[in-house]
Nanobody, 126 residues
Framework: QVQLVESGGGSAQAGGSLRLSCSAS????????MAWFRQVPGKEREGVAA????????YYHDSVKGRFTISVDNAKNTLFLQMNNLKPEDTAMYYC???????????????????WGQGTQVTVSS
């Protein structure tokens, strides 16, 4: 089984920072894409950030541009999401995803990803 395990979630004040990690049981380098998604109750899962693991090209949802940074350490098979200047609207369950097809049009589309972690909660207070 492919395992993705997120960590690093928790509570932060608005303007603060958190760093999420996703430890993978598969080679991150051999994925087309990996990504972070988030979801709140009653809403569809939303693509936050994605990365082409071989080349390092990144994509971000407009709401997090300039605040969040996605990166990957292929030697450790670990994906990261550095979240700075957090806002209350960033509150959500955050999920790590792997196995994206590499189709740019689908890079922040949840259905395009084959493997998912269990999620880690991020709560930002004002």
């Amino acid at each position: 089984q492919v395992q993705l395990v997120e960590s690093g979630g928790g509570s932060a004040q608005a303007g603060g920072s958190l760093r999420l990690s996703c430890s993978a049981s598969i080679s991150t380098y051999r994925q087309y894409c990996m990504a972070w998604f988030r979801q709140v109750p009653g809403k569809e899962r939303e693509g936050v950030a994605a990365i082409y693991t071989g080349g390092g090209v990144t994509y971000y949802h407009d709401s997090v541009k300039g605040r969040f940074t996605i990166s990957v350490d292929n030697a450790k098979n670990t994906l990261f999401l550095q979240m700075n200047n957090l806002k209350p609207e960033d509150t959500a369950m955050y999920y790590c995803a792997a196995g994206g097809s590499g189709d740019t049009a689908l890079i922040l589309t949840a259905q395009d990803y084959a493997y998912w972690g269990q999620g880690t909660q991020v709560t930002v207070s004002s």
